[in-house]
Structures are given as structure tokens and as C-alpha cells.
């Protein structure tokens, strides 16, 4: 396995080999990327994992001064796992040299709900990078997770509308043995916050219980999920929204793919986490 940090050295690669799969990730790796990595070895004759904490995609007063980087940890995870043929692994003056960068993907109005209302440009900057990542490494396909349902949907529909050449390969959600959902900002979780987190696995849970029981109520299920959490002491529950799973806009009492959604602040931690429900 290598470890390469310059475009070049990348796209000399490149030029030597196969198919390709794709993980993009930001690194702090977990058994959730793991997932992505074992569903990309599957995919192609090659597998690349990116590791770049993306700046343009961190609102101001967001956590990326903090956000855990961890290359030497996540080198030997995935070094152990075995099959993955480069990590690349760029500065931030090998992908922006010109600190601005002035050509910038902006993703239609879908992705100024739900996340994109709280953290205004996100997508630009998710879309933008990957993007970049994708002209670069030039992949057959590429891997991203549910867990970032609507992450999932601004990349496969960008890849649709610009018709670019790859394909998008989406991965089921790891979770822990209690349902949370496995993300590298657990990490800042203190312990009774760890025991707490959980909580939105269940809320989620009992939403899809009761759709599937013929609820159809979507605003009261969410209120009494907010109200829950707020007695609980979560915080800053930006929303928890049922949506159409394949247009991510609101749910009609006769749609069929479903996909709750949620995001909500435990101490100075924002979670996010979703399920889908299928009434076909
Ligand atoms: P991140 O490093 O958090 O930007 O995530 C990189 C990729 O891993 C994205 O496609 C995420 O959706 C995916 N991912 C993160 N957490 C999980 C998880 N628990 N299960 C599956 N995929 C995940």
C-alpha cells in the first residue's frame, strides 16, 4: 500500500493500473469507512481512500480546527484491513493552491434544506471537493455512506447532471452495538454522552414503527421525538424531517420510499443520523 500526497504522483498511478473504486473520507477512521472500503475492494480491480479535511465544507465557528486527524492510525486501520492500494493523502496547498478556490460547484436549492439550512455552503464545499477528488483520481466507481443520506443525494445527483463518468456505490450505515450511528465526532462525546447518543437511533426506530403501522402523522411523530430529546438535554435539534427518499423532498401520504432524517447537538457535539422505511 502507498501513501502518496502530490496530484502527480496519484495520476502516475493511476496510469499504471485497472478499475478503480473510490472512498473520499476526512480521516479519524472508523468501522463505518471500513464498510466503504470493503464494499469498494469488492467494486474494482483497485481501491483508493482519500483522507482530506475538506475546509470549504466547514462553516465559520464549525469544528475544523478540532476535527480529529489521525493519518498514522488511519494508515495502519487500513493497512491491517489489507487490499487498499493507495491512500491519498494531499496537503490543503496541493488541493488549494490558491487558498480561494475560485471555481466552485453549487448544488440546486435541495441542498439549502435539512443540513444545508444550518450549515449554509456545506454542500457547495462537499460538491466542490469531490469534484476535484473525482477528476484526480479518475475512478470507475466510488463509495459513500447512507449515513449522509443527503450527502449521498447531492453526489449522485451531481454526478447525473454534470454526467460524470463514475459510478455511485452506496453503503449501509455501520452502527454500534446500540444503534449509534458510527461517525468520527463521536470521538468528543464524554461518557454519559456516549450512553445518551443512542437515543436517536430510537426516536428514528419508532418513527419507522409506527409509519410502518399505518402513522402517517409525520409532523406529530417528529414533535414528539423533539420533545424527548429536549427533556433529555439535547439541544439545537435542527430538524427531524420525514422526506421522500428518492427526491429528499417532503413526504406525501402516499409515498412509498420514505427516509427520517435528524440532527441534533449533544454538549457541543451535532449528530446527525437517518433511517429509511420502504412500504413496498
Ligand atoms: P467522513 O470521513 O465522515 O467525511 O465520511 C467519509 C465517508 O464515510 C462518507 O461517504 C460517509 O457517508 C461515510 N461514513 C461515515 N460514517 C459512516 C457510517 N457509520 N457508516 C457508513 N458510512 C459512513
Known amino acids: 500500500m502507498k501513501i502518496i500526497h502530490t496530484i502527480a ?34 467494486a474494482a480491480e483497485h481501491t483508493v481512500v482519500s483522507i482530506f ?18 493519518l498514522e ?12 492500494d493507495v491512500i491519498f493523502a494531499p496537503d490543503e496547498k496541493e488541493l488549494y493552491p490558491n487558498v480561494i478556490q475560485q471555481y466552485q460547484v453549487t448544488p440546486p436549492a435541495i441542498a439549502e434544506e435539512l443540513c444545508g439550512a444550518f450549515r449554509p455552503g456545506h454542500f457547495r464545499g462537499v460538491a466542490t471537493v469531490v469534484t476535484k477528488l473525482f477528476n484526480i483520481v479518475e475512478a470507475d466507481i466510488a463509495c459513500f455512506g447512507k449515513k449522509d443520506f443527503q450527502q449521498l443525494f ?6 447525473k447532471d454534470l454526467n460524470m463518468n463514475i459510478q455511485i456505490l452506496p453503503v449501509d450505515t455501520g452502527r454500534a452495538e446500540d444503534g449509534l450511528a458510527l461517525s468520527s465526532r463521536n470521538a468528543f462525546l464524554s ?46 435539534i435542527d430538524y427531524v424531517d420525514t422526506r421522500n427518499a428518492e427526491t429528499l423532498k417532503a413526504a406525501s401520504n402516499t409515498d412509498h420510499k420514505l427516509v427520517i432524517l435528524i440532527a441534533a447537538r449533544i454538549g457541543s457535539t451535532r449528530l446527525i443520523d437517518n433511517i429509511e422505511v420502504n412500504l413496498d
Open 9 to 42: 504522483e496519484l495520476r502516475a498511478w493511476r496510469k499504471t493500473v485497472g478499475t478503480v473504486a473510490f472512498v473520499p473520507t476526512m480521516g479519524s477512521l472508523h468501522a463505518g469507512h471500513m464498510s466503504l472500503i470493503h464494499a469498494a475492494k469488492a
Open 53 to 70: 479535511v475538506n475546509r470549504l465544507q466547514f462553516g465559520q465557528g464549525e469544528d475544523f480546527d478540532r476535527y480529529p486527524r489521525t
Open 191 to 236: 461518557a454519559d454522552q456516549r450512553n445518551e447518543a443512542p437515543r436517536l437511533y430510537h426516536h428514528l426506530s419508532r418513527m419507522k414503527a409506527a409509519i410502518e403501522a399505518g402513522d402517517r402523522d409525520y409532523s406529530k411523530l417528529a414533535v414528539q421525538a423533539v420533545t424527548d430529546l429536549r427533556v433529555r438535554g439535547w439541544h439545537d
Open 73 to 84: 492510525n488511519d494508515a495502519a486501520l487500513i493497512a491491517e484491513q489489507g487490499g487498499v
Open 154 to 159: 447531492v453526489i449522485q445527483s451531481m454526478v
